[in-house]
């Protein structure tokens, strides 16, 4: 697997990812064409962009609360 590939094409790289993880879940071993670095970072970065959805959400939900109270 092409070293930039996840800077070039991120949606084959995650396509190409998802398929290592099924096969490495069935007990295959395929750790060498995992790119740990990457796949750990964007597992990150979706959950902060999950938690900031619901945060902002909420804060408008609340904002809609306030001024029906209002």
């Known amino acids: 697997m092409p070293d930039d590939l996840y ?5 084959i790289w995650s396509e190409q990812q998802a398929e290592l993880l099924r096969r490495l879940a069935v007990g295959e071993r395929v750790n060498d064409a995992m790119d740990w670095t990457n796949l750990i970072e964007e597992v990150e970065s979706l959950g902060r962009s999950e938690l900031h959805a619901c945060s902002s959400l ?3 939900a ?3 609360l306030i001024k029906l109270r209002a």
């Open 58 to 60: 909420l804060a408008h």
């Open 62 to 64: 609340l904002v809609h």
């Open 7 to 11: 800077d070039r094409d991120i949606l």
